[in-house]
């Protein structure tokens, strides 16, 4: 019953939770999640903190925050949360929301990342893999930085770690049906 009475005057708090299935009133703020996540030192808020923040209804600041973007979704921290909360969910959640509502974080950083996640999912839909040498090069293009780690490439496509040129999988089309159908949903969700 405190749960509902809390979700219907929190949003934020209920779309989060409708969105990730988590439900992040169980947070007991034990900071488990913080010393787990590789990448917490670089976020304006680490885990726990955003666990906080969405309880507080603390809309803007959630959907401004860059942590969503540093999120590697590697379920390092749902793995040794005490309260089994699935914490990349919530990420994911929000940083959906935030794209929705226009909360834009234009920071040099969060730019780039954005930038790297549209253009691998551009390469998921074309080849339903992705295709590091082109990501390298497109991401190089979008961000202006033209010669950033291209050092790597060759050294790379030598060791045979990248290849030159690939095919798209087999279930190409799978994929390309899976990926319209997420739209429709989206638009019908909007
Ligand atoms: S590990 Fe779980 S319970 Fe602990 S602070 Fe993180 S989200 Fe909250
Ligand atoms: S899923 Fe995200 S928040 Fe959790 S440990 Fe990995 S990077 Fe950190």
């Known amino acids: 019953m405190i749960t509902l009475g809390l979700q219907e005057k929190n949003t934020l708090l209920a779309e989060v939770n409708k969105r990730s ?39 803007e600041t959630v959907y401004m925050a860059n942590s969503t973007w540093f999120c590697l979704t590697c379920s390092a921290c749902s793995g040794r949360c005490p309260r089994q909360i699935e914490i990349p969910a919530v990420m994911e959640a929000i940083r959906h929301i935030a794209i929705e509502e226009n909360y834009v974080n234009n920071t040099k ?9 549209n253009i691998f999912l551009d390469m998921i ?21 033209l010669f950033k780690d291209m050092n790597l490439a060759p050294v790379a496509l ?33």
């Open 158 to 190: 030598l060791k045979g770690k990248i290849p030159l040129l690939v095919k798209p999988v087999k279930s190409i089309k799978a994929i390309r049906r899976m990926f319209k159908l997420a739209d429709k949903l989206e638009k019908k969700h909007q």
């Open 21 to 59: 299935g988590a439900n992040v009133l169980e947070c007991y703020q034990c900071g488990k999640c913080v010393s787990t996540c590789p990448v917490s030192q670089y976020m304006d808020f680490p885990p726990r903190e955003i666990m906080q923040l969405i309880k507080l209804g603390q809309k």
């Open 125 to 145: 839909k074309l080849y339903g893999r992705s295709y590091e040498l082109r990501l390298m090069a497109e991401h190089n293009i979008r961000t202006r930085d």
């Open 109 to 117: 950083k969060v730019k780039s990342i954005r930038k790297f996640h």
